[in-house]
Structure formats: structure tokens, C-alpha cells
């Protein structure tokens, strides 16, 4: 494996980080529990969840699980940079939230953490990320509750999720005039086929010494082989969600197909390959990997040690081409 420092802290992560949002929903505990084993053996160190993850009547339920696996001892929790996430309405589905039970006040960022902590079984996040912008709550009263839960050693780093440029930008500048450490990591749906973060938000993030975490990386399946997967009688899996909307899009589909029989020319698998591209652009410290099974996580292990060559990479650039450097792209 290889690691990188995240952002401009001293911390080191891995260059894939595993994603959990499939642990409960999709996949079981015992499998979650082995593909955790399996990453920390490959030497990721770096985990994603969130508290809402689990979803419907199970919210939490994902946090739980990577809580029972770190119970098992082994160094498990000494050896894994853990990041989860805060925002998102914990009631029931259906059943409006209580006031200041969701969003980031003051207030539910501290009972947020409390239950983040005791669902994990452990006594500290290192990664705690804002899952969402709250465009009702000002930065001064989140930083306040950031450095008050790292004071007291519950949490030690804080980050963004689905941020806007101006946003980090607002939320660093904040910090700075507070003296407080301000964000580390951006996290963002950034893949080959969906650049728009290229314009702003990873532009921002580098300028403010942010470490970029795209999700989503293959575009809900798009880019891992979907329309091979289709001939091969997969498609029931493989397009489906963002996928099947994207396919649905006729100039998109031969975007695709383009792509995938270049890779094919190139002996390359289509989702190990788009993990490599990611791992080549500038300020991404490691895309974020869900798998549902062990062969899943082998597979995307892979692709850290590929290199993608010249000509490959600049074909890529011609099927799905970037939206340009800003102001640039739409000043002139």
C-alpha cells in the first residue's frame, strides 16, 4: 500500500480509503467484519462511515459494526485512522426530526459525537466530517464545538463532505480569524465522468491545504464495466441508480462504450483504471472504495499499483474531457 499525508496535517493515510456504507445494508456482518481485516492486512488504514449509514430503521447500524469489529482487539483501533460524519436527521425515516437533532448547532454535533463514540467502542474520531453544509448555522458556532470536542480528546481532525468551493473557503477563513485549525479534508463526488469538482472545490481545497476524498469513483457503477456487465447478464446489478440514469443518456452511453473498448485495447479493467486515474489527479488523497465482498476490495487494490501511460491517460482526458481550469473555463 501507499500512504500520503492528508492535507496539510502530519497525519498518514492510506491512498484507498475503505468505504462502509455497504456494511448492514448490503452486506453482512461477518462479511464487513472480513473485508475490514482483509483491508487492514493490505495495509489500508484509512476508514469512511457515517452516522446515518445503515439507513431506514437501521440508522447507526454501520458505525455499530465497524464497533464490534474493533472490539475484537488485535490493535484493530490503534492501527485505523477512523473518519465518520454528522448532519443527517437520525429519527426514523418518515418521523421529523426533534429540533437540534440534526444539522451541525453547537448542540447536535455534541450529541452526535457522544453517540458516534459509544455506537464505534472507541474513545476518539480522527476524522470528524460535516456530511453537509448547514446554511443555517455560522461557522463561529461550529468551530466553537470543533475546538471544545478536540480539547477533550473526542475528536482530532475535522472535514467537509459535499462542500462547495466558497464554502471551505468561508469555513477555513472563519477558523483562521479564531485560531482554530479549520478543515483538512474535502470530500466530494469527483470520478471521470462527473469533473465539475476540477472547477472549484479541488481548486479550493489545494489553497487551503485540503486533502480531497472523492466518493463515488466509478459513478454508481458507470465506470466499472456496466456495459460489458450487460452483455455478460449483469445488468440487473450493474445499472441501476446513477448508473441506469446516466445510460439512459444516449451521448453518455457511447462515452462509455468509447471508454470501455479503450481499456479493453489496453488490457485494463474499467474500475481498477478509474480508480488509477483518480490516484493521478492533483490534491486526491485516495478515493473512497465500498466493497460488498472480499474479491471487490482485491480488485481496487489493484489499481494503487497501476499506472496508467500517456497516451491512455490523454485518451480518457478526449472521452470525458475536464470542465477547464476557473476562471478560465467560463471567463473566456
Known amino acids: 500500500m501507499k500512504y500520503t499525508q492528508l492535507g496539510r496535517t502530519g497525519l498518514k493515510v492510506s491512498r484507498l480509503v475503505l468505504g462502509t456504507m455497504n456494511f448492514g445494508p448490503q452486506t453482512s456482518e461477518a462479511d464487513s467484519h472480513t473485508i475490514?481485516?482483509?483491508a487492514l492486512a493490505a495495509g489500508v488504514n484509512f476508514f469512511d462511515t457515517a452516522?446515518?449509514?445503515?439507513?431506514?430503521?437501521?440508522k447507526g447500524r454501520t458505525e455499530e459494526i465497524i464497533g464490534s469489529w474493533?472490539?475484537?482487539?488485535?490493535?484493530?483501533?490503534?492501527?485505523?485512522?477512523?473518519?465518520?460524519?454528522v448532519y443527517a436527521n437520525m429519527s426514523l425515516d418518515g418521523t421529523p426530526p426533534w429540533p437540534n437533532h440534526d444539522r451541525?448547532?453547537?448542540?447536535?454535533?455534541?450529541?452526535?459525537?457522544?453517540?458516534?463514540?459509544?455506537?464505534?467502542?472507541?474513545?476518539?474520531?480522527?476524522?470528524?466530517?460535516?456530511?453537509?453544509?448547514?446554511?443555517?448555522?455560522p461557522f463561529e458556532e461550529i468551530w466553537q464545538a470543533v475546538d471544545v470536542l478536540v480539547?477533550?480528546?473526542?475528536?482530532?481532525?475535522?472535514?467537509?463532505?459535499?462542500?462547495?468551493?466558497?464554502?471551505?473557503?468561508?469555513?477555513?477563513?472563519t477558523a483562521r480569524?479564531?485560531?482554530?485549525?479549520?478543515?483538512?479534508?474535502?470530500?466530494?463526488?469527483?470520478?471521470?465522468?462527473?469533473?465539475?469538482?476540477?472547477?472549484?472545490?479541488?481548486?479550493?481545497?489545494?489553497?487551503?491545504?485540503?486533502?480531497v476524498v472523492p466518493w463515488s469513483p466509478l459513478h454508481g457503477g458507470l465506470l466499472g464495466g456496466v456495459l460489458?456487465?450487460?452483455?455478460?447478464?449483469?445488468?440487473?446489478?450493474?445499472?441501476?441508480?446513477?448508473?441506469?440514469?446516466?445510460?439512459?443518456?444516449t451521448t453518455v452511453r457511447a462515452q462509455v462504450q468509447a471508454y470501455e473498448d479503450l481499456l479493453a485495447k489496453h488490457g485494463l479493467e474499467p474500475g481498477e483504471a478509474a480508480l488509477a486515474w483518480l490516484?493521478?489527479?492533483?490534491?486526491?488523497?485516495?478515493?473512497?472504495?465500498?466493497?460488498?465482498?472480499?474479491?471487490?476490495?482485491e480488485s481496487a487494490l489493484r489499481a494503487v499499483e497501476l499506472e496508467l501511460t500517456e497516451e491512455v491517460l490523454a485518451s480518457l482526458d478526449e472521452i470525458f474531457p475536464g470542465p477547464g481550469p476557473s476562471p478560465e473555463a467560463f471567463a473566456w
Open 70 to 85: 474493533f472490539a475484537k482487539g488485535g490493535d484493530r483501533r490503534d492501527k485505523t485512522v477512523l473518519a465518520t460524519k
Open 279 to 297: 490516484l493521478t489527479r492533483p490534491g486526491v488523497t485516495g478515493p473512497i472504495v465500498g466493497p460488498r465482498t472480499a474479491e471487490q476490495l
Open 51 to 58: 452516522n446515518a449509514y445503515g439507513w431506514g430503521a437501521n
Open 36 to 38: 475490514m481485516d482483509a
Open 228 to 249: 460489458r456487465k450487460e452483455r455478460e447478464g449483469g445488468a440487473a446489478r450493474s445499472a441501476s441508480g446513477r448508473s441506469a440514469d446516466a445510460l439512459a443518456n
Open 177 to 211: 480569524r479564531l485560531g482554530s485549525y479549520g478543515l483538512v479534508s474535502e470530500q466530494c463526488l469527483y470520478n471521470l465522468a462527473e469533473r465539475r469538482a476540477e472547477m472549484e472545490v479541488i481548486p479550493a481545497a489545494q489553497e487551503y491545504g485540503l486533502g
Open 151 to 173: 480539547q477533550q480528546g473526542k475528536i482530532l481532525y475535522a472535514g467537509s463532505s459535499n462542500f462547495a468551493g466558497w464554502h471551505i473557503a468561508r469555513a477555513n477563513e
Open 104 to 137: 451541525l448547532s453547537a448542540l447536535n454535533i455534541r450529541r452526535s459525537v457522544d453517540a458516534s463514540l459509544k455506537r464505534l467502542k472507541t474513545d476518539y474520531i480522527d476524522l470528524y466530517q460535516f456530511h453537509h453544509v448547514d446554511r443555517h448555522t
